[in-house]
């Protein structure tokens, strides 16, 4: 058995104290020549409960548009009932590691240095407190879920601070070695459990579009919030394959920042724009979004346009409307006429006949179903009804 496995520790004895096993050597002559012998001597070791604790200066996140300087004081107390004064306790180091922002893939803070996790060792020798600074980063993306920090400690045992007479002390292994705390973001609403915004959405576009002729569809959208702060607005909108989208045009001061298109269903594409991030206050945002209408056969007779508005506050629910547009289609024609005219003569009693060819010519690219009518008008029959169509007949190709 190497040294190195020849340690070994349990709170079995007590709850202040754990076992250590030390080896012992000693050297005798014999007839064949010298060797040597191992005892191992149990001794004890104490055991300590620490209680860390980690306090913030100032106490919450005061204005998320700047950074902002933290100070953080850790400190470490002591629950057990063991002396000061004990053999071991005083050579007692503590290596403690916070950990910035952890909950958070892309860190809202940071030390000096840049880096999220800063290591310490403190001399204990009662309780002490150790101070760490830090930065809070310009919020750009969320700046309402607190900043947590896990705070990590150990004991230090380092062959450097060994004494086999006084072993050090080592930490209960029934309790957690770590701590998290959390560093809250300023609340702009204090006299309330939780700031309720009142959004409300207009929607204004045309009523039909004419595909082969409409080149393009704006959608004008009014945003406003009448109540508290609404945070981390994000409006989405769903719509056909058919509309191609082109650009957002701001209309007010409010800020509108749109990500690339995304296919969200079949048939569908969907585009997600912040609208006012990080914050959008009492204020309403006017904006417009513009599609390219693709000239193909739409799926049915409704070009339709959904838009959902979500944000991140508490017990907020969406808010979701429907604009829907009719759509028609273009056909370009020439209609020939009949070049010769036709007599008749009206003073006869028997019905008389004239045959009348005409001809629609043009490109019908959507597939569009022709109804043509005919009407006929005899100028001298002063309000007799003596013109009828007998047959009509027709081949599209």
Known sequence: MGLNSARWTSTKMGPQTACWLEP??????????????????????????LVPAAQFTPGQILNFYNSCLITAQVCFGRTDSLEASQPGMQNLHIRYTLDLDVEMDKKRAQFEDHATTATR?????????SELQFQILPCVYDCFSSVVLRLGYQLLDDPVYHD?????????????????VQLPY?????????CTPHLSLTLQAVKDLVAGHTKDLTLTIFLGNSEDSSYMTWLVLEYLTNLLFKNVQELSSTVVDCDAPKSAATLLSSLSCKVGHPVFETTTAN???TWQVDGKRFPGNLANVTVNVTNINRNSTALV???????????????SRP?????????????????FEFKINGKNQFGAELSPGLSGHAPGCQGQDSVGVAEFHHVQN
Not at 121 to 129: L, R, S
Not at 186 to 194: L, V
């Open 24 to 49: 012992r050597f000693s050297t005798s002559m014999g007839r064949k020549g010298r060797f040597t012998s191992i005892v191992w001597i149990t001794s004890s070791r104490p055991v300590i409960r």
């Open 121 to 129: 060792e403190i001399f204990y020798q009662g309780p002490v407190c």
């Open 164 to 180: 086999l007479r006084h072993p050090l002390p080592v930490l209960d292994i029934y309790q957690g070695s770590e701590l998290y």
């Open 186 to 194: 300023e609340d702009a609403c204090k006299e309330k459990t939780a």
């Open 287 to 289: 904006f417009s979004v």
């Open 321 to 335: 409307k429907k604009h829907s547009v009719d759509v028609k289609y273009a056909l370009t024609a020439i209609l």
């Open 339 to 355: 070049s010769k005219r036709v007599y008749v003569s009206v003073h006869e009693r028997s019905p008389q006949s004239a045959r």
